[in-house]
């Protein structure tokens, strides 16, 4: 079966830097945008960052100078270079990937299983 499995998460000093990793596996043909969300408790899931094929990015504006997306084609896997943490990043992060499967006509929407970060003040 077709799994995206995140890494990196944990609990961090405001002002650190984490890593995350979302790595896809299994019978996948082609991948084509991926991206990062996160849900804060009690609040909405919202979208981090977006990088697309072609290496094109889009960022939240909450976010953008301190979060860097990234992609390795060659690993099926995306990053968030998360740097400067705020305590408001707190939240559980979700990777995102349009994927086409082996013997599949189009792609199709994928989400890891999220991973947690929190931020100390």
């Known amino acids: 079966q077709v799994q995206l499995v995140e890494s990196g998460g944990g609990l961090v000093q405001a002002g650190g830097s984490l890593r995350l990793s979302c790595a896809a596996s299994?019978?996948?043909?082609?991948?084509?945008?991926m991206g990062w969300f996160r849900q804060a408790p009690g609040k909405q899931r919202e979208l981090v960052g977006l990088?697309?094929?072609?290496?094109?990015?889009n960022y939240a504006d909450s976010v953008k100078g301190r979060f860097t997306i990234s992609r390795d084609n060659a690993k099926n896997t995306v990053y968030l270079q998360i740097d400067s943490l705020k305590p408001e990043d707190t939240a559980v992060y979700y990777c995102?990937?349009?994927?086409?499967?082996?013997?599949?006509?189009?792609?199709?929407?994928?989400w890891g299983q999220g991973t947690q970060v929190t931020v100390s003040s």
């Open positions: 995102n990937a349009a994927l086409r499967l082996h013997y599949r006509l189009e792609y199709e929407d994928y």
């Open positions: 990088i697309g094929s072609g290496g094109s990015t």
């Open positions: 299994g019978s996948i043909f082609s991948i084509g945008a």
